[in-house]
C-alpha cells in the first residue's frame, strides 16, 4: 500500500512538473509573442517617427524658403507689375506628335518643356524667360509660343495627357503679374 501511494505521489509530482513545465512554456511563448509584437510596434513607430522628421525638416526648409521670399517682397527686392488679365488655356507635355505639339520636349525658346513651369505667351508682350505670376495658378515661367497664343492669352503646360490638359482645372481669364527680382530681374 506504501509503495502504490508512493508511486502515486511520485506520478502526482511528475505530472504537476510537466504541467508546469507546460504552462510555463506556453507563458514564455506568449510573452515572446508579445516581445515581438511590441518590436514591430517600435520599429513601425521608428520608421514613422523618422519619415515625419524629415518631412517636418522638409515643411522647414520651404517655410524658411518662402519667409526669405517674403522679405524679399516686403523689401522692394522683389517686385509684382499688374499685367492685367489673360485668358488661360493648358497644353500637354506628351513626348510625341499630338494636337499640342511636336512632342519633341523642347520649346520655342530652346527650354526643355516643364510642366507646371512653362507657359506660351506672345512674345511682343512677355518674351522668353518672363516670369509671370498667374492668379489661381501660381508662377510660370514664358518659355514657349503658340500658333494661337497671341494678345492676351497663355497657354500653360501641364502635367498628364492630352486628355488631362483638356481638363485642366484653369481654363478661364486670370490676372496675371510680371515678376521682378533680385534672381536675374526680369
Known sequence: MMQKV???LSCAA???????????DAR??????????????FQNWSERAMRDEEAISERDDLLDKLLGEMDAVLNGEIKFEDSGEFHCTAYCTENFPHE??????????????TADWSVAADEEIFPFGTVLYIEEV????VQDRGAAVKG?????AVAGTHED???W?????HRVWVVEGSDGDE
Do not use: Q, W
Request: net charge negative; charged share 25%; glycine share 14%.
Open 6 to 8: 508512493t508511486l502515486a
Open 14 to 24: 511528475v505530472g504537476l512538473a510537466v504541467f508546469d513545465m507546460t504552462v510555463k
Open 28 to 41: 514564455i511563448h506568449e510573452l515572446t509573442e508579445e516581445r515581438d509584437i511590441y518590436a514591430s510596434r
Open 100 to 113: 499640342c505639339g511636336t512632342g519633341t520636349g523642347i520649346t520655342a525658346s530652346g527650354e526643355p518643356v
Open 138 to 141: 501660381g508662377l510660370r515661367v
Open 152 to 156: 492676351r492669352r497663355l497657354d500653360i
Open 165 to 167: 490638359a483638356l481638363k
Open 169 to 173: 482645372d484653369g481654363y478661364g481669364n
